[in-house]
């Protein structure tokens, strides 16, 4: 079977995991505690955190994992196996999340992840964070690639303290043409996951100047 070929196979399965892409929240309700209030407090490397994960979060997720089923499992023994691997490799659901949290742990006392805000508060962290991650991959309608992190801090009494993000956006070219090699599209297919370490690496920034800012 041509290179081709087998790619539209892959893309006709991506097709439906595309119909489902979550949308950037950006700055909604889903990624805010309401009211919002801007808290005097700063940031230190002393304090512990608590951390939920947004309702744009927790579908993105889910995107993920679809995309990475489909990228594992979609079209058995049809696929060149480099361009199934830049596919995998660039729709890991855990990248950003153990990124992102390795960041935090970097910067502060303890990080903890809490399944509510009941059981957060319960704990008593000094700070709360509301993480929230948005990815868009390609697929045979979309070659605009997007990988957007945010991390919202908020004081004790939920009252806002900052935002630490990372966020990049880029149209590639279509792997869906013909008289490309395996190697090319493979290539190609990889820069997903090289976008979103870099939307990462801002991230980092952004944080190590919050947290210096005080």
């Known amino acids: 079977m041509k290179t081709l070929t087998r790619l539209a196979v892959v893309a006709l399965l991506m097709g439906g995991v595309a119909a489902t892409a979550p949308a950037y929240a950006a700055d909604t309700a889903s990624c805010h505690f309401l009211p919002i209030a801007t808290s005097g407090a700063g940031l230190q490397r002393s304090q512990t955190v608590g951390v939920l ?5 927790l579908d993105n997720l889910q995107y993920l994992e679809r995309y990475h089923d489909v990228a594992l499992n979609g079209a058995k023994d ?6 199934r691997t830049a ?3 660039s729709s890991d659901p855990e990248l950003a999340i153990d990124w992102l949290t ?20 319960q704990a008593h962290p000094d700070v709360v964070v509301m993480l929230d991650t948005h990815n868009q991959l390609l697929t045979q309608r979309n ?7 945010a991390a919202r801090f908020y004081d004790a009494n939920l009252q806002y303290i900052g935002k630490a993000e990372g966020a990049i956006e880029k149209h590639m070219p279509s792997v869906w043409v013909h008289n490309k090699a395996a190697p090319e599209i493979a290539a190609q ?3 997903q996951r090289d976008l979103q370490l870099s939307a990462l690496r801002q991230f980092d920034d ?6 210096s800012a005080g």
């Open 78 to 83: 049809a696929l060149d196996a480099r361009i």
């Open 206 to 211: 952004s944080l190590k100047a919050l947290v």
């Open 143 to 149: 070659s605009q690639v997007e990988a957007r992190f």
């Open 53 to 57: 994960y947004s309702e744009s979060t």
């Open 189 to 191: 297919i990889e820069r």
């Open 87 to 89: 596919f995998v490799n």
């Open 102 to 121: 390795h960041s935090l742990e970097q910067q502060f006392l303890s990080v903890t992840f809490y399944a509510s805000l009941d059981e957060l508060l």
